[in-house]
């Protein structure tokens, strides 16, 4: 038996995660009471981890549909959420 649906789902909760940690990051960042290269380095960090994490749980979720495990909530929930995941990274990597 393959685990490949579980492990998308739980790269897709890395991913959320690491997203809403990067966001808080941002949002608390006051210029003058912090260092912004720590800052920087950090949310670099959490921006590859994220990346890997994306493109593994959608290597993961294709080896679900090529070896047709069967369909539930989490394979649908990390399907839809890594695919969103996906394009917002692709948006802003073409707008920004």
Do not use: P
């Not at 991913?15 to 966001?23: A, E, G, H, K, R």
């Not at 380095?41 to 290597?59: A, D, F």
């Not at 989490?74 to 948006?91: H, M, N, P, R, Y």
């Amino acid at each position: 038996m393959k685990y490949y649906k579980k492990w998308a789902f739980r790269l897709f909760i890395y991913v959320l995660i690491m997203n809403v940690v990067s966001f808080g990051l941002t949002v608390s960042y006051v210029d003058l009471a912090h260092d912004t290269t720590r800052l920087v380095q950090n949310l670099l960090l959490l921006g590859i981890m994220s990346t890997i994490c994306l493109l593994v749980g959608l290597i993961m979720v294709v080896l679900c549909i090529i070896n047709k495990e069967v369909n539930d909530g989490k394979t649908w929930t990390a399907t839809i959420g890594l695919s969103f995941f996906l394009v917002a990274s692709i948006l802003t990597y073409l707008i920004g």
